[in-house]
């Protein structure tokens, strides 16, 4: 009798713990591919508008910053000319991350580009010296490494990492199942059995936690995607107006009609939106959701009417 209810027991056990590891993949495959989703429009972006936008504003001569050598458009969206360095650097990653020379990383890049503030992350991108260390730092990061399953450039967790993510530690041990052979053993094996039974329970939900985290991170990822993809519409346009507005006006802005330096302000608080959100890290360095790319999915959207 106890070898039978042991037996069931244990098969009970392991159903449990094969189907929260199941959940596990599941979420974290989908929370994954998001990432890798968002990093690729992201490099994107910065190959299409924000290259595009360097290229025309380059052009205007003279402008007239405002105090502190920002332009800024009512609502707070400003743009400084030191931001306007930084989205060179972000043109410079992207360019490095998808180049023949570091091909390598792009797989595990992807992930991290569109978790953290790139150009934060990496200050001497521009120069490429650290740009090969891309998928290192994602690899560092063991929510970014335990997402990517292992595969980024610079090696997971693996195995023997465990699931040391998402601010918590979840050692998910495969069970023990025993298998009842004597009488003698039959006590301690129907013992053991409920000891399964038990972690099984208490690594369900544990892993609950994380597919919790995980559609947490999925969820706002796809909110910067829409985001992104609405704004970039936006600054398209804009920067055909832009372009348009060279070929009319001249490059130099001091003579621009007032109309004319309205529309610029326009444009530029637009790019001040676009490296807002290019920039924005999603994940903060212990992988968790930071409270700020939150708030700007709402600024952004009141500041330019989305």
């Keep these: ?4 209810q042991a037996s069931n027991v244990n098969f009970e056990a392991q159903v449990i713990y094969d189907n929260a590891q199941r959940e596990l993949k599941t979420a974290r495959d989908a929370t994954n591919a998001v990432l890798i989703q968002y990093g690729q429009l992201k490099l994107r972006a910065c190959q299409g508008n924000v290259r595009r936008f360097l290229a025309l504003f380059s052009q205007i001569k003279k402008v007239e910053w405002h105090s502190e050598k920002t332009t800024c458009l009512k609502g707070g969206l ?3 000319e030191q931001d306007v360095v930084k989205l060179k650097e972000l043109d410079n990653i992207s360019s490095s991350l998808t180049s023949g020379t570091v091909a390598g990383v792009v797989a595990g890049g992807a992930i991290a580009f569109g978790a953290y503030s790139a150009v934060g992350m990496l200050a001497t991108a521009s120069t490429g010296t650290a740009i090969a260390s891309l ?3 994602a690899a560092s990061n063991a929510t970014l490494a335990f997402l990517g399953g292992g595969s980024l450039a610079a090696g997971g967790l693996g195995a023997a990492g465990g699931m040391m993510v998402l601010g918590g530690f979840v ?3 495969a069970l023990a199942i025993i298998t009842a052979v004597t009488f003698a053993k039959a006590k301690t094996n129907f013992n053991k059995a409920y000891i399964n039974l038990a972690e ?4 369900q ?4 936690v994380l597919v919790t985290a995980c559609k947490g991170i999925a969820d706002r990822t796809r909110m910067y995607i829409v985001l992104l993809e609405r704004v970039d519409a936006i600054f398209s346009s804009m920067l055909s107006g832009l372009q348009q507005l060279i070929q009319r006006e001249g490059t130099d802005y001091s003579f621009y009609s007032p109309d004319a330096r309205k529309a610029i302000a ?3 608080a637009t790019a001040a939106a676009y490296k807002a959100i290019l920039d924005m890290p999603i994940l903060d360095k212990n992988g968790k959701l930071t409270p700020v790319s939150a708030h700007l999915i709402t600024d952004v959207s009141r500041q330019l009417s989305l």
Aim: with cysteine; aromatic share 4%; proline share 4%.
């Design 1 to 4: 009798m106890m070898f039978k």
């Design 78 to 80: 400003c743009l400084s």
């Design 135 to 137: 998928s290192g730092v």
């Design 171 to 173: 050692s998910v041990p």
């Design 200 to 203: 099984a329970n208490k690594t």
């Design 205 to 208: 939900n544990e892993i609950r």
């Design 266 to 268: 326009a444009v530029l």
